[in-house]
């Protein structure tokens, strides 16, 4: 099993332009998340999902669109980048709920200048 | 709203000597996880305390739940060099809300 991966593993953007980071998982897990880490403000969390067409914000969901087709993947989509967007970003995913261990991807360092 | 408050944000220790973290929440959580994310890596998941009160040991670490279940702790007997990296608390709030709210972290540094 590969996991939980995460794709693209650095990415820089301009301001104003778009992009979707993707997270994929091979374990079956009904739910996924994506959060943000920056210096000194540990994980924020941006939306998860408890399965295949459902999905909620987190603590810190402005500037981010999700949406969950499969079990498998779980893209994370910023519409407009801005610089306040410069942040490492993990994917994680779980069994059933957020009240099970949490399985991390290895996060996409992203730049906007 | 929900929040988890961590401290201290930064421990620097020799090698040998022990190491607490310690996390706190306004209202009481449902269960509490702990994470450690070595520099330049992801966070792994560590524990999951769920009772008032419970206590686990994992070799060198204990981790504790508070009576009230508002906080928790983390204590590391005798640190070694590979014992280094961001340690993180995250707790869940019950009910309705189906999300894990992480703390801020506490980086430890150990010098040999």
């Known amino acids: 099993n590969a996991g939980v991966t995460q794709t693209p593993k650095f990415q820089v953007l301009k301001t104003g332009q778009s992009m979707t980071l993707q997270c994929a998982q091979d374990?079956?897990?009904?739910?996924m998340s994506w959060y943000r880490q920056d210096p000194g403000m540990g994980l924020r969390l941006i939306h998860y999902?408890?399965?295949?067409?459902?999905?909620d914000q987190g603590e810190v969901p402005n500037g981010y669109n999700v949406s969950r087709s499969t079990t498998e993947d779980f893209p994370l989509r910023l519409l407009s980048a801005a610089p306040s967007q410069t942040s490492v970003y993990f994917c994680?995913?779980?069994?059933?709920?957020?009240?099970?261990?949490?399985?991390f991807g290895p996060g996409t360092r992203l730049t906007v200048l | 709203g929900q929040q988890v408050m961590q401290i201290p944000q930064y421990q620097h220790v020799q090698e040998g000597e022990d190491f607490t973290t310690y996390c706190n929440s306004s209202?009481?959580?449902?269960?509490i996880q702990w994470y450690k994310q070595r520099p330049g890596g992801h966070p792994v998941f560590l524990i999951q305390?769920?009772?008032?009160?419970e206590v686990k040991k994992q070799k060198r670490l204990t981790f504790q739940f508070g009576e009230a279940k508002k906080n928790s702790s983390l204590h590391i007997t005798a640190t070694q060099t590979t014992d280094v990296g961001t340690y993180f608390c995250?707790?869940?709030?019950?009910?309705?809300?189906?999300?894990?709210?992480f703390g801020t972290g506490t980086l430890l540094a150990v010098q040999p």
């Open positions: 209202t009481t959580l449902s269960n």
């Open positions: 999902s408890v399965g295949a067409g459902i999905t």
């Open positions: 995250a707790g869940n709030y019950g009910g309705a809300t189906n999300k894990l709210i």
């Open positions: 994680a995913s779980s069994y059933g709920s957020a009240y099970n261990e949490q399985f």
């Open positions: 374990m079956n897990h009904e739910y």
């Open positions: 305390l769920v009772k008032s009160g």
